[in-house]
């Protein structure tokens, strides 16, 4: 049975580095059905804070990366805490204490490091060998009683039954000193990946100066989880071929230790962008609006019709518009026109198409659409508006623009007369005459 963690040091938010190995422990597990633990290693009490435990859970959560046990059995699994641990990590220093694997040094205990060579097998660099010689006798546990990191590690991971080590490539140098210690507790080490780091486009290490930032401020800025976890899933990992897009299932299906590269990966925010973008347009109405419903109620745009009474006509629209963004909060603000009782109309946008002949003929537009036949859809409304631009002597572009300013106060919008047809005749009406009133 194969058993994974993650182990996140509470020091800091769920960034995207942590995030991406999270992913791939999960992806492993997920695949061959095994077990999937969530660890925190808090030892360091100074650094270590509750903000950052919730951030991190937090952030797990929304990316959907749920995970298998923990210590509070039989409902929603708390992770393990190293901090609520620390008995267990004295007693096994001791333990190599007494066994003359380790000594006391000012307080501290020491781990002897033995002669010779410690080797390892990567499941992503291949064989790996260190010299002894150049590995200090290093400290397992302080003079204030709480463990290094390389003791707590590997008694964790021994009593986890913990089959894989999927972790960043910045460990790889941890890892001969904990082979060490499996070794002297008699235990068969984990299996190593040691994943790629993941640098900026400028091809250096991930930093906030690229944009880089806590998962949850993803969430935030109006991303979606499945565009996040498919464009983490292709930081340093390839299932071959030219394909990108997938689900989480289908990442589940076709994951692998073995596709994971050996070279550093590069965040691309642009790419991550276009994931944005393609996982939106895959929502299905319902769920989309499902998901930015905190958004329109927190700038008071959301009604409860929307999803009762309006539910076919707001999917309409989002059907509309969800081609054309790449962000949730794009989504809320091209919505704005459809939801509101009269837009803003931009003063840019005014200046250039609500002025000469485009504002008379919006006047005789708005007469047309009043006496044009009951049918009120996109096919309908195209060839009254063209007919009059024709007839007011005006090219047929100029008067889309100028009605595009006057119904969604917008330069740029979806197509025009799907938008109409979907504001409906009187808003259109109103808003157009309204607009030539402004103008005037």
């Known amino acids: 049975m194969i058993r994974v963690r993650f182990a996140p040091s509470p020091t800091g938010y769920l960034h995207v580095g942590g995030a991406r190995t999270a992913l791939f422990n999960w992806l492993h597990a997920r695949r061959h059905g095994g077990t999937f633990v969530l660890r ?50 004295r007693e096994h220093a001791e333990r190599l204490v007494a066994e003359g694997k380790a000594y006391v040094d000012e307080g501290a205990i020491r781990f002897k490091v033995p002669a010779g060579q410690t080797t390892f097998g990567d499941l992503v660099h291949g064989p790996v060998k260190f010299e002894n010689e150049h590995i200090e006798n290093f400290v397992i546990l302080r003079s204030d009683r709480h463990p290094t990191y390389h003791l ?80 983490l899933a292709l930081l340093g990992w390839s299932p071959g071929g030219d394909r990108e897009l997938f689900t989480k299932e289908e990442l589940i299906a076709q994951f692998t230790l073995e596709g994971i590269s050996g070279g550093n990966a590069v965040f691309n925010p642009e790419k991550l962008d276009w994931f944005n973008q393609q996982h939106i347009a895959r929502l299905g109405a319902q769920e989309l609006l499902r998901r ?110 100028a009605t595009r300013v006057a119904v969604t106060g917008r330069a740029v919008s979806a197509g025009l007369f799907e938008v109409l ?19 005037a």
Do not use: C
């Open 40 to 89: 925190i290693e808090d030892t360091d009490t100074e650094r270590s804070s509750w903000d950052m435990v919730a951030g991190i859970v937090d952030g797990l959560r929304w990316l959907g990366l749920d995970w298998d046990e923990g210590p509070d059995v039989g409902g929603p699994h708390a992770p393990y805490f190293q901090s609520q641990r620390l008995e267990k990590y």
């Open 152 to 231: 707590s590690v590997v008694v964790d991971d021994i009593e986890m039954q913990i089959t894989h080590v999927v972790r960043g490539d910045d460990h790889i140098s941890n890892t001969p000193k904990q082979v060490l210690l499996y070794e002297a507790f008699g235990a068969a080490p984990p299996a190593f990946a040691h994943v790629p780091l993941i640098l900026g486009p400028d091809k250096k290490r991930l930093s906030k100066r690229h944009g880089a930032t806590s998962v949850m401020e993803y969430h935030r800025l109006g991303y979606v989880p499945e565009a996040m976890v498919n464009f």
């Open 292 to 401: 930015i419903e905190p958004m329109l109620r927190e700038q008071g745009l959301w009604r409860d019709t929307l999803s009762t009474s309006d539910a076919g006509w707001i999917a309409s629209v989002l059907d509309l518009l969800k081609p054309r963004v790449k962000k949730l909060d794009q989504l809320v603000d091209d919505l704005k026109p459809f939801l509101v009782d009269q837009p803003d109309i931009d003063p840019a946008a005014a200046a250039r198409h609500l002025v000469g002949n485009a504002k008379e003929a919006l006047g005789v537009l708005a007469s047309e659409f009043q006496q044009s036949p009951s049918v009120w859809d996109a096919a309908s409304i195209e060839p009254v508006l063209r007919s009059t631009a024709e007839r007011v002597g005006l090219k047929a572009a100029a008067l889309i623009h």
């Open 421 to 439: 047809a979907l504001l409906g005749r009187e808003r259109v009406i109103a808003r157009v005459r309204d607009a030539v009133s402004q103008a």
